[in-house]
């Protein structure tokens, strides 16, 4: 069973950063993809960004692009996301996830394991 814990998020102004984290407690693929997911109150979960675990090939939603970064440490199990010029419109809770395959993917009904989730709000 592979645990995930998020950490940092928390209350930004809009046009401020946040950096995201995302440990993996084991190694239980050889190779995967990990991804940011997040979700509104009364919204679905939708895909934010997702990385191969070589850490070439990354992807990202369009809402997000040219604000949001993903990267990994393969050798820490440890996804990150930096979140720059944060609007209104990104709050949400943010929930990272694995899946046990090279291939990316943007449906969260396509990842194996899931962290608990961390609330990030953007003030006006």
């Known amino acids: 069973q592979v645990q995930l814990v998020e950490s940092g998020g928390g209350l930004v102004q809009a046009g401020g950063s946040l950096r995201l984290s995302c440990a993996a407690s084991v190694r239980t693929f050889a190779n995967y993809a990990m991804g940011w997911f997040r979700q509104a109150p009364g919204k679905e979960r939708e895909f934010v960004a997702a990385?191969?675990?070589?850490?070439?090939?990354?992807y990202y939603a369009d809402s997000v692009k040219g604000r949001f970064t993903i990267s990994m440490d393969n050798a820490k199990i440890t996804a990150y996301l930096q979140m720059n010029s944060l609007k209104p419109e990104d709050t949400a809770v943010y929930y990272c996830?694995?899946?046990?395959?090279?291939?990316?993917?943007?449906?969260?009904?396509?990842?194996?394991?899931w962290g608990q989730g961390t609330q990030v709000t953007v003030s006006s």
């Open positions: 996830a694995v899946r046990g395959s090279s291939w990316y993917s943007s449906k969260w009904n396509e990842y194996d394991y």
């Open positions: 990385i191969i675990w070589s850490g070439v090939r990354t």
